[in-house]
Nanobody, 124 residues
Framework: QVQLVESGGGLVQAGGSLRLSCAAS????????MGWFRQSPGKEREFVTR????????SYADSVSGRFTISRDNAKNTMYLQMNSLKPEDTAVYFC?????????????????WGQGTQVTVSS
């Protein structure tokens, strides 16, 4: 089992920044590809970004590319999401996810493990 705990969400004005963290425990962190997903009220959960086991590969949804940056620190068992130039449409609950398979933390959204989510609210 892998336990994932997100933190860092909150309320921010449009144009501002937030940094989310996802702390992992239970298994060897570096064995897992990691991803961030988000869900807004009335909408399905959507892919945001993902990072490979070593951090060498990343991919982003078009809606966040150039504004968000994913990273990980395998020594600290933690993944991060730096969110800049935030927009009201970025308002959502953000979930971190983990799976040994790269494809499962992508747009298919079928990872083996999920965090509980952290709320991000961007005011206009």
């Amino acid at each position: 089992q892998v336990q994932l705990v997100e933190s860092g969400g909150g309320l921010v004005q449009a144009g501002g920044s937030l940094r989310l963290s996802c702390a992992a425990s239970g298994r060897t962190f570096s064995n897992y590809a990691m991803g961030w997903f988000r869900q807004s009220p009335g909408k399905e959960r959507e892919f945001v970004t993902r990072i490979s086991r070593t951090g060498a590969s990343t991919s982003y949804a078009d809606s966040v590319s150039g504004r968000f940056t994913i990273s990980r620190d395998n020594a600290k068992n933690t993944m991060y999401l730096q969110m800049n130039s935030l927009k009201p449409e970025d308002t959502a609950v953000y979930f971190c996810a983990a799976d040994p398979a790269w494809v499962r933390v992508g747009v298919t959204g079928t990872p083996g493990y999920w965090g509980q989510g952290t709320q991000v609210t961007v005011s206009s």
